[in-house]
């Protein structure tokens, strides 16, 4: 059974990543698994903070944890801000912590990526990446239509990931734009339902409430383009409504699907039909976080190989720093989240 520390104590880390954990203990479907033992927790913002629940023990710094916990049968799940991860995860390194789940995305920069990658190698680092759109139920149905071919060749990608995000953003910074918050889910999804791509054009708004104005935290959107297909992700944060959409077209057929909106209703919806048949529509359970986690800590504790994981969630943060230089407009600072231009296409050789 593995023990758990989670680190960071923010949305992520106490309203998904404790709820979800809670909810696997408390089923009691995986008890290989799950240490039923309180969960450590740490906020880096707030260390003498006390626990907000009776199985939760706070601690103040990852040397107490060390203290506590057995570093080869302790999970480790790093919550903070993707702007402040490195520190941490050398940290943990030192204090003899290897296995550890990253919430999206890994980084924020290309740099950052590929120095975090560089300590995992050094530090022999077990890092699993937050990705449940790629433990999703819904996922692996739309990847068996793409291998079937029973509708024909992949031609396109277009997603949609809406929801109003507007408190969220402005009493917390730890996303620099948009394409830090949505973008990351949906582009693991691109590149495995279409293999790698090249950034072709990106788009980055503010988000504008009332008076205040905070840059590049309104919509982003991206075009790619695979080897046979074209992805576009459009993420608004200041849209009226939730919406997770998704939709394939082939060569010969089309697919429609929605992954579950809300946290209280764990159900994806899926319409798809080939070109002049009648279609067929499924609706199924799809709890995609809590199928990550059980499959990751079985894959922490078993020993299985981590690397393909590590490989995607770079290079998703490869072409969101691509996205970002493109939508920056000319004469800018690089890296600075200025928006509220048109779409900057990008060509690349080949």
Do not use: N
């Not at 710094?61 to 941490?88: F, K, N």
């Not at 149905?141 to 291998?147: G, K, Y």
């Not at 919509?219 to 944060?237: F, G, P, Q, W, Y």
Request: include cysteine.
């Amino acid at each position: 059974m593995e023990r758990t520390l989670i680190i960071g104590l923010g949305r992520a880390g106490l309203g998904l990543h404790g709820a979800v954990l809670r909810r696997l203990r408390a089923a009691g479907r995986h008890p290989d698994l799950f240490d039923p033992a309180p969960v450590l927790t740490f906020d880096p913002l707030a260390p003498e903070a006390p626990a907000r629940a009776d199985d939760l023990r706070p601690v103040t710094s990852i040397a107490e944890a060390r203290t506590l916990l057995d570093p080869e049968r302790t999970v480790v799940h790093l919550c903070t801000p993707p702007v402040a991860r490195l520190g941490l995860l050398r940290e943990l390194a030192a204090a003899g912590f290897r296995r550890i789940i990253v919430e999206k995305p890994l980084a924020v920069e290309r740099r950052d990526v590929h120095e975090i990658v560089a300590l995992a190698r050094a530090e022999r680092l077990r890092l699993a990446i937050v990705a449940p759109w790629l433990a999703s139920s819904l996922t692996a149905r739309l990847d068996r239509l793409v291998v079937d071919g029973d509708l024909g060749e992949l031609r396109s990608i277009d997603i949609t990931q809406s929801k109003p995000r507007m408190s969220r953003t402005l009493a917390d910074g730890g996303h620099p734009t948009a394409f830090d918050v949505e973008p990351p889910h949906s582009l693991g999804v691109c590149l495995r339902l279409a293999g790698d791509a090249v950034l072709t054009g990106a788009e980055l708004a503010d988000m504008r409430v009332g008076d205040t104005v905070v840059p590049g935290m309104g919509r982003a959107a991206l075009v790619l383009r695979h080897r046979e297909a074209t992805s576009r992700i459009v993420s608004d944060l200041t849209a009226p409504v939730r919406e997770r959409r998704i939709q394939l077209e082939f060569t010969d057929g089309r697919a429609v699907a929605h992954y579950p909106g809300a946290e209280d209703d764990h159900y994806a919806q899926l319409r798809f039909s080939r070109t002049g048949r009648p279609e067929t529509w499924e609706v199924f359970p799809d709890d995609a976080l809590s199928a990550y986690f059980v499959d990751t800590y079985r894959a922490l504790r078993d020993g299985t190989a981590l690397e393909p994981q590590l490989r995607l969630a770079t290079r998703v943060v490869e072409l969101l720093a691509d996205a970002k230089e493109a939508a920056r407009p000319p004469g800018t600072t690089p890296g600075a989240p200025t928006a509220g231009h048109p779409v900057r296409r990008v060509s690349h050789a080949g």
